[in-house]
T-cell receptor
Framework: GIQVEQSPPDLILQEGANSTLRCNFS?????LQWFHQNPWGQLINLFYIPSGTKQNGRLSATTVATERYSLLYISSSQTTDSGVYFC???????????FGKGTTLSVSS | NAGVTQTPKFQVLKTGQSMTLQCAQDMNHEYMSWYRQDPGMGLRLIHYSVGAGITDQGEVPNGYNVSRSTTEDFPLRLLSAAPSQTSVYFC????????????????FGEGSWLTVV
């Protein structure tokens, strides 16, 4: 099955810093999403991005499907950005989202 | 519109006890699923359903049972709880994953924290 790997596993930043999170996947996909899990456990969809680039405020994402990776950029980080960031792809049968293990981001003021 | 509702939010069980985690959605989604989240492991799929009367196993199905008698409900049953089932459980619903397109997303419940002692 599809393997999804995220890096780095942990990231510690000062408020205002920029960061890049990476997601590699082992097979071609036509559906990739980024999620943020806040410190209270709530999972929020950030981007649906099977290819190309999208931006939403201080966050942007780029997926290069031919090279099997996606990047999530966080600019001018804030303490509210803390939490775990997951990428997920749909399996080839179209029956499930396969998640990476996540990147835990801690932003301090 | 309540979205995806999970109950209970917290539960402590003794080894060998059985219980059911409830999940309901009011968005008429065909697809519903249960994930468990363990430290350092991400979210792993337990069971899923693509419609009423249809269920299938995910990555980690052992020790769990599901049924889908209605479109709205997808309960997860722990048959005989074990300490290895201590985890956070998430129910999710969406249109069929293979049909998720921009603007259609997957919706997660708020999670159920289960401890088995």
């Amino acid at each position: 099955g599809i393997q999804v790997e995220q890096s780095p596993p942990d990231l510690i930043l000062q408020e205002g810093a920029n960061s890049t999170l990476r997601c590699n996947f082992s097979d071609s996909v036509n559906n990739l999403q980024w999620f943020h899990q806040n410190p209270w456990g709530q999972l929020i969809n950030l981007f649906y991005i099977p290819s190309g680039t999208k931006q939403n405020g201080r966050l942007s994402a780029t997926t290069v499907a031919t090279e099997r990776y996606s990047l999530l950029y966080i600019s001018s980080s804030q303490t509210t950005d803390s939490g775990v960031y997951f990428c997920a792809v749909v399996n080839q049968a179209g029956t499930a989202l396969i998640f990476g293990k996540g990147t835990t981001l801690s932003v301090s003021s | 519109n309540a979205g995806v509702t999970q109950t209970p939010k917290f539960q402590v069980l003794k080894t060998g006890q059985s219980m059911t985690l409830q999940c309901a959605q009011d968005m008429n989604h065909e697809y519903m699923s249960w994930y468990r989240q363990d430290p350092g492991m991400g979210l792993r799929l337990i069971h899923y359903s693509v419609g009423a009367g249809i269920t299938d196993q995910g990555e980690v199905p052992n020790g769990y049972n599901v049924s889908r008698s209605t479109t709205e409900d997808f309960p997860l049953r722990l048959l005989s709880a074990a300490p290895s089932q201590t985890s956070v459980y998430f129910c999710a619903s969406s249109y069929l994953p293979g049909q998720i397109i921009s603007g259609n997303t997957i919706y997660f419940g708020e999670g159920s924290w289960l401890t088995v002692v």
